[in-house]
């Protein structure tokens, strides 16, 4: 079983649609959490981290559940320009910056 | 946010050469770094953890008299692949960790994009 596990997709979706990620991970012991958006030929950027309470920024919202070792990510009023991969990643080692990173989602938004 | 350049961002050489590639942190000092690989439609696979003054650490898999990793400074770590092959070919990218930023975030260089014919 791979340590972070996506579908990866593709997700196609018309634009100003809402869509969502799932991310499930193996190991329980995993500190913390993110999401990345990597661009065609780009490196990976921070879109955000994911907290056990939820959290929010702006049409973004991430929710960890710890119990079930899910992670999702929900884009709201989807852009264009929100097409792009979108990495699940987790840190696998508590204190040690080892980042897994799952295989992506890769989303289009249509026109 | 912090900033890491790559250099170069891309390079084409023969079999059995060899290329260095440059990790620079340019507004923060990173006392660890971390060197992945990308090949395509792949995600993201650490190789290496790049500590300052000391050692690499290599993942599971990696060879470490292939992929030679130095970090001399705060600033930069350089990876060589010796004698590089065809199977070599992929997105090498690096990342640094920002010992002085109030959330422990990597932030990742732009890549270097590697091509052995």
């Known amino acids: 079983r791979k340590e972070v596990e996506q579908d990866p997709g593709p997700f196609n979706v018309p634009e100003g649609a809402t869509v969502a990620f799932n991310c499930t991970y193996s190991?329980?012991?995993?500190?913390?959490f993110f999401w990345y958006r990597q661009d065609c030929r780009k490196e990976p950027k921070l879109l955000m981290s994911?907290?056990?309470s939820g959290n929010e920024d702006g049409r973004f919202t991430a929710q960890l559940n710890r119990a079930s070792q899910y992670i999702s990510l929900l884009i709201r009023d989807s852009k264009l320009s929100d097409s792009a991969t979108y990495l699940c990643?987790?840190?696998?080692?508590?204190?040690?910056?080892?980042?897994?990173f799952g295989t992506g989602t890769r989303l289009t938004i249509i026109p | 946010g912090a900033v890491v350049s790559q250099h170069p961002s891309w390079v084409i050489c023969k079999s059995g050469t060899s290329v260095k590639i440059e990790c620079r942190s340019l507004?923060?000092?990173?006392?660890?770094m971390f060197w992945y690989r990308q090949f395509p439609k792949q995600s993201l696979m650490l190789m290496a953890t790049s500590n300052e003054g000391s050692k690499a650490t290599y993942e599971q898999g990696v060879e470490k008299d292939k992929f030679l990793i130095n970090h001399a400074s705060l600033t930069l770590s350089t990876l060589t692949v010796t004698s590089a092959h065809p199977e070599d070919s992929s997105f090498y990218i690096c990342?640094?960790?920002?010992?002085?930023?109030?959330?422990?975030?990597?932030?990742f260089g732009p890549g270097t994009r590697l091509t052995v014919l």
């Open positions: 507004d923060f000092q990173a006392t660890t």
């Open positions: 994911v907290y056990s």
């Open positions: 990643v987790v840190n696998t080692v508590g204190g040690n910056e080892k980042l897994t």
């Open positions: 990342s640094a960790r920002d010992i002085g930023g109030v959330t422990d975030t990597q932030y």
């Open positions: 190991n329980s012991a995993s500190q913390s």
